[in-house]
């Protein structure tokens, strides 16, 4: 079954930077699109940055400029590097592909931005 595990969340003043790092199962990162998703208190969970196979990447308005997508094969690991961030990217972030049905959820990492 596969696994999705998430880390590097945290507190980090408004302006700051985090690098968020998603641990996969063998095979997903090179088998399958990858995307970053989040989830605000009371918000439904939306997909803000996606990587295809090709290396295509697409962010989200609210994030563009500002959030960076990649993957490192050989340690299976995808990263979510944030700059800029503010607090309205506060949310738990996780990782799943953004095509068909998705894997099951990791627990997520938390990121807290404060003013």
């Known amino acids: 079954q596969v696994q999705l595990v998430e880390s590097g969340g945290g507190l980090v003043q408004a302006g700051g930077s985090l690098t968020l790092s998603c641990a996969a199962s063998?095979?997903?990162?090179?088998?399958?699109?990858m995307g970053w998703y989040r989830q605000a208190p009371g918000k439904q969970r939306e997909l803000v940055a996606r990587?295809?196979?090709?290396?295509?990447?697409n962010y989200a308005e609210s994030v563009k400029g500002r959030f960076t997508i990649s993957k490192d094969n050989a340690k299976s690991l995808l990263y979510l590097q944030m700059n800029g961030l503010k607090p309205e990217d506060t949310a738990v972030y996780y990782c799943n592909t953004p095509t068909g049905a998705p894997f099951p959820w990791g627990p997520g990492t938390q990121v807290t931005v404060s003013s």
């Open positions: 990587r295809s196979l090709f290396g295509v990447t």
């Open positions: 063998e095979g997903v990162l090179t088998g399958y699109a």
